[in-house]
């Protein structure tokens, strides 16, 4: 949705060329910043590490962190066996890959 209001702002500009604009209009791909930093551990939303801590519905719910709030801080800060992502994503990547796995859960990561 994010990138559709982007896209469509970006033409009521008259911005149609450059795609650094477009991706800087866009903001980062939480889909492909999780694939990079998150799928070694979960991957379709599940732990290899800790098997309660999925990043399933039910799962994130449980555990606490099922806003974009609290799964952006727990992203940024780390908890127990998760590292911190804080000093190796940007606080919009942050955000990014927040969205992205709220979106995955509850889409039952299809």
């Given amino acids: 949705m994010r990138r559709l209001i982007a896209l469509m702002l970006m033409f009521m500009m008259g911005i149609t060329s450059s795609s650094a604009a477009l991706a800087e209009a866009i903001g980062p791909d939480g889909a492909a910043l999780f694939e990079v930093h998150c799928v070694g551990c ?22 606490g962190v099922d806003s974009l709030d609290a799964i952006s801080t727990l992203i940024a800060n780390g908890k127990n066996n998760m590292s911190a992502y ?8 942050i955000e990014a890959v927040s969205i992205y796995v709220l979106q995955q859960a509850e889409q039952g990561w299809h």
């Fill in 42 to 63: 979960h991957p379709q939303g599940k732990n290899i590490i800790r098997r309660g801590k999925t990043l399933q519905t039910k799962a994130l719910q449980r555990n």
């Fill in 86 to 93: 804080a000093d190796k994503l940007t606080t919009p990547e």
